[in-house]
């Protein structure tokens, strides 16, 4: 049976979800399939973000760090990410970009685990996972060690291993890891294991598990706005002992005691260097509250099912399918391998529809089910299909290479 438009609308009508589209500011006539890069803006957002300006920057000034809670903030809005990544209280916190998040956290993995000199991380992990560890590696002389795609992770792993970092969701393909057993087989080789989340948290259920460490971005699926900061987590049983190498003042023990010696704070505040981003934290945790209300199982069916709708769509154009063709093995995205990728994804930002392009040839479409609808797919594939279908992606336009992401 074919799909039609008006089928389409009848499931926006039956979508548990349908509520929380109202909760977004997105423009008329938009098909947004980029929230797995930056999410959208949620309107309480707006009101939040003016009311720490205003009312607590504006009026009560430095007192705010006190009277508005600023100075919890990293601690307070880590509990409740905490939440959506299976991590008790106490083991998340937020603030800086997910790369300075990694490198704390790999560090005080790779001093967890004295006499180990080798990190293990993917050689088609998202760059700045890599980029992070490189930097380390190259300044405390560590090895690295690529582990590709298609390998077993239990054959790169040998007893020099000290630390393994993954990627849950590939950001190209979408493919998603099994962290449960991934985690199983680098404990097994004595070694440690950090999980980047920036593509499963909020688009699918995690549980960090037996993970050591784990981080993420709160720009993509939960929509926490542009440089929104990252968080950090830290398994309780390292809690103690975890000391990251970029030591600074809201990481230390008492930071109103001005002491000329570092000494770690107890529990995850220990992982902080410097003065958060209280604007950007603002922004966050209005989002956040989004969340308290959302079945994440829900937000994973509807994911399935959008994706699974636009392969079923996009199926007449005999496009290279690069995500896992089985639901279960994929994240919240939509990826094709096609030569001419970028003009294709240029066209279709020129009609309306914002995806994105990977380099080499990876055409990316993001799928945030609190505000993307079943009609925004069956428009979104009907759009792509005009564009291939009449070629209007050959238009001189589209072949400049003009866009940075
Ligand atoms: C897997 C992954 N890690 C890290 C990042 C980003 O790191 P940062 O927040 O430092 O820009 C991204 C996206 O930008 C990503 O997709
Ligand atoms: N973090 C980004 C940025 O600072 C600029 C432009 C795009 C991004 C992204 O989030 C890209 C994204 N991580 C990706 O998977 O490609």
Known sequence: MSIT???????????????????????ENVVYMLGNSLGALPRRTIEAVSHTVTAEWGRDLGQSWNTAGWWDLPEVIGDRIGNLIGAGPGTVLTGESTSVSIFKVMSAAVRLRPGRRTVVVESEGFPTDRYAVQGLAAGFDL?????????????????????VLLSHVDYRTGALRDMAADTAAAHAAGALV????????????????????????????????????????????HLAEAEPVLCGWHGHAA????????????????FGAGTPPILSMSALGASLELWDKVDIRSVRAKSVALTELFIALTEPLGLDL????????????????????????RALLDHGVHGDFRAPDIMR?????????????????DTLAEIIGKGIWQDERYQRRVTVT
């Not at 239990?154 to 007893?159: E, K, M, N, V």
């Not at 920036?198 to 706005?225: I, M, Q, R, W």
């Not at 930071?255 to 220990?270: C, L």
């Open 365 to 381: 479409f993001g799928f945030t089910p609190l505000f993307l609808r079943y009609v925004d797919v069956y428009d979104a594939a």
């Open 143 to 163: 090895n690295v060690r690529d582990f590709g795609p298609e390998g077993s992770l239990a054959d790169s792993l040998d007893d020099d291993v000290a630390v």
């Open 5 to 27: 438009r008006a089928g389409c609308a009848a499931l926006d009508s039956a979508d548990p979800l349908r509520g929380f589209r109202a909760e977004f500011v997105l423009p």
């Open 322 to 345: 690069a995500t896992p063709r089985d639901p279960a093995g994929r994240g919240s995205q939509i990826s094709f391998r096609h030569e001419h990728g970028y003009p294709i994804m």
């Open 255 to 270: 930071p109103f005691a001005f002491e000329a010696d570092y000494r770690p704070a107890t529990g995850v505040r220990r």
């Open 194 to 237: 950090i999980w980047d989340l920036c593509h499963s948290a909020g688009a699918l259920p995690v549980e960090v598990g037996a993970a050591d460490f784990a981080v993420g971005c709160t720009y993509k699926y939960l929509n926490g706005g542009p440089g929104a900061p990252s968080y950090l987590y830290c398994a309780p049983a």
